[in-house]
Nanobody, 114 residues
Framework: QVQLVESGGGLVQPGGSLRLSCATS????????MGWYRQAPGKQRELVAS???????NYADSVKGRFTISRDNAKNTVALQMMSLKPEDTAVYYC????????WGQGTQVTVSS
């Protein structure tokens, strides 16, 4: 059974930083590409960043240079380091496989506001 548990969100001022973490399950994790997605109020869920099993990364243009995705295959975890946060980064953030599967965790709320 797939398990995706996100944590690390919160309220931060513009320009601040947060580090999100995702705990996953399954022996195939180290063979699975993973992604961080986000959904802002009234908007579609979008892919923010992805990482292959060997660590190659890709980012949405809106976060390139500010966000860093990483993974620890020994711990079955994926992280998203977010810096220089902007109000438009406000959203619920989810981790999932990449491409995504039809299962979502509860997500973690990130609010960027002064």
């Amino acid at each position: 059974q797939v398990q995706l548990v996100e944590s690390g969100g919160g309220l931060v001022q513009p320009g601040g930083s947060l580090r999100l973490s995702c705990a996953t399950s399954g022996s195939i994790f180290k063979f699975t590409a993973m992604g961080w997605y986000r959904q802002a109020p009234g908007k579609q869920r979008e892919l923010v960043a992805s990482i292959t099993p060997t660590g190659s990364t890709n980012y949405a243009d809106s976060v390139k240079g500010r966000f860093t995705i990483s993974r620890d295959n020994a711990k079955n975890t994926v992280a998203l380091q977010m810096m220089s946060l902007k109000p438009e980064d406000t959203a619920v953030y989810y981790c999932n496989h990449f491409p995504r599967i039809n299962y979502w965790g509860q997500g973690t709320q990130v609010t960027v506001s002064s």
